[in-house]
């Protein structure tokens, strides 16, 4: 999982990358979203689902990759704090402040 940053005068722009380990082939990224859940603090949630007809089988170390980009005003990572979270488990937090 990575973190990333890019500032000009006017904004940070905050890129994620990361992956989602799934345990079975038939499963796959369902969804992605990025919510602020107060000022300045984000949270990333990533789920996984079965996708329909696929046939189940376990497999090993398997990641579904996923992007993801928060776009802050100039001086925003201050305040910025960020968590990952993926099939409901927090996985990674960046940023400074209280959770």
């Given at each position: 999982m990575g973190l990333s940053q890019a500032a000009?005068?006017?904004q940070?722009?905050?890129g994620i990358s990361g992956a989602v380990a799934v345990t079975d082939v038939s499963r796959s990224l369902a969804a992605r979203t990025l919510?602020?859940?107060a000022p300045g603090r984000y949270k990333l949630?990533?789920?996984t689902a079965a996708t329909d007809?696929?046939?189940s089988e376990p497999c090993d170390a398997g990641h579904?990759?996923?992007t993801g980009t928060v776009v802050l005003p100039y001086g925003g990572l201050e305040e910025?704090?960020?968590t990952v979270v993926h099939d409901g488990e927090p996985?990674?937090?960046w940023g400074s402040g209280p959770a």
């Open positions: 000009d005068r006017s940070v722009t905050v919510v602020e859940v949630r990533a789920r007809g696929g046939p579904v990759p996923y910025f704090r960020l996985v990674a937090t």
